[in-house]
C-alpha cells in the first residue's frame, strides 16, 4: 500500500524554485521518530541521495544542492519538505522521498517530477 506521497514538482526555467512535499500516511504519530530522505532520479542515470534529516531535525545534503535546496519536516502533520531554489537544468529528475528504519531506507513514495528548463 503507499505509504508516502510526494506532490510539488513541475517545469520551471532555471533560476526558479519549488516547494516539494511528502506526506507520510503510515507513520502518524511515531513520525518524528523517523529518519527521512529526498532522492532523485534523472532519465539514465543511478538514483542519488540529495538530502536526509534525522529525528532531532539535522539535515545533510549533496554537494550538488547545497546552498540551494532546504529540507525540512513538519511532525505534526508528518510531511517533509524539500524547498528548491536556484534550480539548473542538471537538477531535472524524478524525485522522491522516503523514510529510514532499521538500516535501510524501506518506505519510498511513487516520486514527482522536476524539469527545469
Known amino acids: 500500500h503507499v505509504q508516502l506521497v510526494e506532490s510539488g514538482g513541475g517545469s520551471v526555467q532555471a533560476g526558479g524554485s519549488l516547494t516539494l512535499s511528502c506526506v507520510d500516511l503510515?507513520?502518524?504519530?511515531?513520525?518524528?521518530?523517523?529518519?527521512m530522505g529526498w532522492f532523485r532520479q534523472a532519465p539514465g542515470e543511478e538514483r542519488e541521495g540529495v538530502a536526509a534529516?534525522?529525528?532531532?531535525?539535522?539535515?545533510t545534503y549533496a554537494d550538488s544542492v547545497k546552498g540551494r535546496f532546504t529540507l525540512s519536516r513538519d511532525n505534526d502533520k508528518s510531511t517533509l519538505y524539500l524547498q528548491l531554489n536556484s534550480l539548473k537544468t542538471e537538477d531535472t529528475a524524478m524525485y522522491y522521498c522516503?523514510?529510514?528504519?532499521?538500516?535501510?531506507?524501506?518506505?519510498w513514495g511513487q516520486g514527482t517530477q522536476v524539469t527545469v528548463s
Open positions: 522516503a523514510r529510514f528504519a532499521g538500516d535501510e531506507y524501506n518506505a
Open positions: 503510515d507513520t502518524r504519530h511515531n513520525y518524528c521518530y523517523y529518519c
Open positions: 534529516v534525522d529525528c532531532d531535525g539535522e539535515s
